[in-house]
């Protein structure tokens, strides 16, 4: 059988060295230019200075040029945007996507139709979704608006995706619509495996169906639904592409990821950005333990 | 040519966890047909996956034909192998199946085609052979696995509980083809393993029985092996007694009150009676159990034989048969009679059962049998 | 099965429209802006006084050579599915078949790969691209794109790799075959159409790529299409051309969505298999 063990590894050799050279030797490489100060245009003339980049009047973080606060920095207000935006959006799709399934958890004509259409936001790709909503919340042309104002539920138009107030609102509008259907189909497939004897033995005995939710299906639904929020809100940390479309970066709904593009790419400071995106790295590192213990200690007490 | 011995073979999946089989000896002669059975957990499948090569040897030697196999993969071995659920390739049609592991073996075109056409023969399998798996029957797919098997030639068949999966009519018909087929095929030898103790008595040209749980351990995986009527009439042990034959064999409690070259005396519930066996390797005055048949126990007032009271408890009517649940009294366990015919008694009627000497087992304080003295029917 | 009330059909309907009404408007209210120009585009009435493909043919006779980036976005994804699939083929029967040491935690590392944040590794990647001289070239976009569609193709094709019955697999070995032989003359005829789904999904993730397709491709002709959409730009300055803008979307949308629509079950399959199993 040693046999069997030399071919796996033989099989999955060339898997492990694409990855590595693929991934963990620019994930390397990037770590190491976060200790440096580099230009994007001249990426060899590279000067090392240590942790400059990450604390000091230069860094990110116990940066004494920040007067207003941590909180108040650029790059405090990346985290902090993109924590709000995973937790709502999470929070939202994981609510809305409960409906979803429960509702195609029911026997009705047409259950397939509705299966297919909640397929569709899933579908689009996420630029085609941002200009989409983009265009549907413009404030001058945009269909929202003039529905709102005709609804009368507005007095004047809104500039959904530019006000600061709103913005990041819109943001979380259009990923919640987006990945609700992915949430719905995950919490679908958990409900039709659930025993179907407790169900029934429940309707004996005339239990009303909204307490047989909280305390029968709920329950037995939690842990592969906390697995997917876990899934769902690491992802939502990496954010990039929606943000950077629909609001183009602006300050309020910059996202981390968004404050490295613009750091590295757009300002050409490699060093500091690979400062950034290597702190991003920790952080959601440090989240997903975090959020693994907290979702085992639920279910150990379950 | 297809002589198989086992040599102390020991497997033990994972260090840190009990043997699965321990000091498996034993050896299976040209063209024997040998079944290993056993209850769950007896280790006859992974004995049968040693024998195939799908599982690794800890120890000890096996040898096929002469040659020592313990390194040698599968296909090298000689050996061909009728699975549990057929495993028949979905995708392939029965032909193609039949003829893949000549293939891959790299025989040419015209020999493959041969020896499907000839297997194809012998199991009757012509209409069949342009279908896929799915399109046929439980039964014909056993057939097409067999066929399978046929084809490549081996010395040595091997069969996983292939009739656990048919109803219990074309199971019948099934043992009579595999028996059958092993008269056809003559010089190849089979080892077959069930758990049904029914199969093993008719297919079996030797049994060999395996221990499970503690036993393994305390006496090694293998409890006896021989031919069905030598573990029917002189089952080694009160494990062997207690699988073979159904009803299970009564066992009652007793004491050996002497032993002589051609019998012993026993008392059992409180009466002395004498059996056909050689018991003077035990200490007289120890405890041990008698063993009979329900088939053996006459229900007789007169006769011959020790008579041993007790009470009918229950009778069920099979229809050429009755049996008999009766107590022979307190703290003794429930006896089985088997009686030819319909018996008609209410429960609580005082029986006489007739014990004689011919009939009886008995069993050390360890189970261990002694030997019996009678002849082995043929 | 008892009969529902009347009250609860009622909301049940509604509701099930509902749902149905704010999947697909936004797409059917984007084809539509799709089919108007000019002023029309400032009118707020929903419905297009003068549906016209105007906007269609001119996204493939206008400023970008939106043609082009079609067909660099589906080279893109091919050769990076495509080889990803081939790796993944033996790697997943190693994973999903074969028992070792260490196994447990290559699969978390797997995941793990496939969680981190793109930005992790994009100086390094860009000091990777550059050296390989791939740099605004559209080839070059399958070295980062790798990074996530392998390990999630070897994740998904190892749960239905364990799924294959296991005496299969043991009558190959008995007739003689190598684990290679296994693989493609036993396993592959019933797992394609796993390949199918595993690789549809693959296509689609690296299809919607933006970010690095944004920073590694600065060449208009080399553009694949989320970037290419994101940059549609109008005749002046302060001129969004929507109706263009929409009519691109529709075109990048229609085929994915008739591909989804038409694998769907075995697409949920692949989700639900790759997420409730991992």
Not at chain 1, 57 to 66: E, K, Q, S, T, V
Not at chain 1, 112 to 132: D, E, G, Y
Not at chain 1, 138 to 163: E, R, S, Y
Not at chain 2, 292 to 307: K, L, M, N, S
């Amino acid at each position: 059988m040693n046999n069997r063990v030399r071919t796996a590894w033989l099989f999955l050799a060339p898997m492990l060295v694409l990855m590595g050279v693929v991934a963990v030797w620019p994930l390397l490489r990037s770590v190491w230019f976060a200790f440096t100060e580099t230009n994007i245009n001249n990426l060899e003339a590279s000067r090392f200075i240590g942790l400059e980049n990450f604390v000091g009047p230069y860094g990110l973080f116990f940066n004494p040029n920040y007067t207003d606060g941590f909180w108040a920095s650029d790059w405090g207000t990346a985290i902090r945007n993109t924590f709000q935006f995973a937790f709502v959006s999470v929070i939202l799709e994981t609510l809305a996507g409960l409906g979803v399934a429960m509702l195609l958890n029911q026997e009705f004509k047409g259950r397939t139709l509705v299966r297919t259409a909640v397929l569709v936001p899933w579908a689009i790709p996420t630029i085609v979704s941002a200009k989409m909503w983009g265009w549907m919340l413009h404030d001058q042309f945009g269909v929202v608006n003039q529905l709102l104002l005709d609804w009368g539920l507005i007095a004047d138009k809104i500039a959904w995706t530019a006000d600061a107030g709103t913005a990041m609102w819109s943001v979380v509008l259009v990923d919640v619509w987006k990945t609700t259907p992915f949430m719905a189909l995950l919490i679908l497939a958990a409900l039709q495996t659930l025993p179907r004897d407790c169900y029934e033995a429940a309707r004996v005995d005339g239990v009303h169906p909204l307490r047989v939710f909280w305390k029968v299906t709920l329950p037995l639904i939690r842990q592969p639904l906390l697995v997917a929020m876990v899934f769902r809100l690491l992802d939502a940390l990496r954010v990039f592409d929606l943000i950077y479309v629909l609001t183009s970066n602006d300050s309020s709904t910059i996202s981390m990821s968004g404050l490295v593009m613009r750091e590295m790419v757009e300002a050409g400071n490699v060093g500091f950005g690979s400062a950034a995106s290597t702190s991003l790295f920790l952080i959601i590192m440090l989240s997903a333990v975090v959020f693994l213990r907290a979702t085992r200690v639920k279910l150990a007490e379950a | 040519m297809s002589r198989i011995e086992f040599n102390k073979v020991c497997k033990r999946y994972a260090p840190g966890l009990p043997l699965t089989i321990k000091d498996a000896t034993l050896t299976i002669d040209d063209g024997e047909f040998c079944v290993f059975v056993g209850p769950s957990g007896c280790g006859k499948s992974t004995l049968l996956r040693c024998v195939a090569g799908l599982e690794d040897i800890s120890s000890g030697d096996l040898s096929i034909a002469g040659v020592r196999v313990n390194d040698l993969p599968p296909a090298k071995r000689g050996v061909a192998m009728v699975f549990q659920s057929y495993a028949l390739y979905p995708h392939m049609t029965v032909r193609e199946n039949m003829a893949f592991g000549l293939q891959v073996m790299g025989a040419d075109k015209a020999a493959i085609a041969r020896k499907v056409q000839n297997a194809a023969d012998i199991l009757q399998l012509g209409p069949l052979m342009d279908r896929l798996p799915k399109a046929l029957s439980g039964g014909q797919r056993q057939r097409v696995a067999i066929g399978r098997a046929i084809v490549k030639e081996p010395k040595l068949f091997l069969f996983d509980e292939p009739l656990s999966n048919l109803d219990a009519a074309l199971r019948v018909q099934t043992r009579l083809e595999i028996a059958k087929l092993h008269r056809d095929l003559g010089s190849a030898s089979m080892i077959y393993v069930t758990h049904d103790q029914v199969e093993a008595m008719t297919l079996a040209d030797k049994i060999v029985l395996l221990h499970t749980g503690k036993l393994i351990d305390e006496r090694g995986s293998v409890a006896q092996v021989g031919s069905p009527m030598t573990l029917y009439h002189r089952p080694a042990s009160t494990f062997v007694a207690g699988f073979i034959g159904s009803p299970k064999m009564n066992l009652l409690p007793g004491k050996l009150v002497g032993a002589e070259a051609g019998h012993a005396l026993v008392e059992v519930a409180g009466q002395p009676v004498r059996a056909a066996v050689d018991a003077r390797a035990v200490a007289a005055g120890s405890a041990v159990q008698i063993g009979i048949r329900p088939e053996h126990i006459v229900v007789a007032d007169t006769g011959e034989g020790a008579a041993l009271p007790a009470t009918l408890l229950h009778v069920e009517r099979l229809g050429d048969a009755s049996l008999l649940y009766v107590n022979p009294g307190a703290g003794l366990p429930t006896m089985t009679v088997r009686a030819e015919g319909s018996v008609v008694r209410p429960a609580g009627t005082a029986l006489s059962l007739r014990l004689l000497p011919e009939a009886l087992h008995v069993f050390d304080a360890a189970g261990q049998a002694c030997m019996r003295t009678v002849e082995l029917p043929v | 099965m008892n009969q529902r009330p009347l009250l609860g059909s009622v909301a049940l309907y509604a509701a099930a429209a509902l749902v149905v009404c704010i999947s697909v408007g936004p797409f059917l209210y984007m084809v539509l802006t799709s089919l108007k120009t000019g002023a029309a585009l400032f009118d707020p009435a929903i419905w297009p006084k003068q549906a016209t493909t105007a906007n269609y043919t001119a996204l493939f006779e206008g400023a970008q050579p939106f043609g082009r980036h079609l067909l660099n976005s589906v080279i893109v994804a091919t050769v990076t599915v495509g080889g990803a699939m081939v790796l993944a083929v033996t790697a997943s029967y190693a994973l999903g078949r074969i028992r070792f040491k260490g196994k447990g935690l290559l699969m978390l590392t797997l995941l793990g790969v496939s969680m981190f944040p793109q930005v992790a590794v994009l100086s390094g990647m860009f000091e990777l691209i550059q050296a390989l001289g791939l740099f605004n070239r559209t080839l070059g976009l399958v070295v980062p794109y790798t990074i996530f569609t392998l390990p999630f193709t070897v994740w998904i094709l190892t749960t239905f790799m364990r799924d294959l019955p296991g005496e299969l697999e043991e009558a190959a070995i008995m007739d003689g075959c190598s684990p290679l032989r296994i693989i493609f003359q036993v396993f592959l005829p019933l797992l394609w159409p796993a390949l199918v789904s595993t690789g549809l999904l693959a296509f689609i993730g690296a299809w919607n790529e933006f970010l690095f397709a944004l920073t590694f491709i600065v060449e208009d002709d080399q553009r694949t299409v989320p970037v290419g959409i994101s940059m549609i730009a109008g005749a002046t300055a302060y001129e969004i051309p929507w109706g263009s803008i929409m009519a691109a979307s529709v075109i990048v949308t229609l085929p994915l969505l008739g591909l989804v629509l038409v694998f769907q079950k075995k697409i949920v399959s692949g989700l639900t298999a790759g997420a409730v199993k991992g």
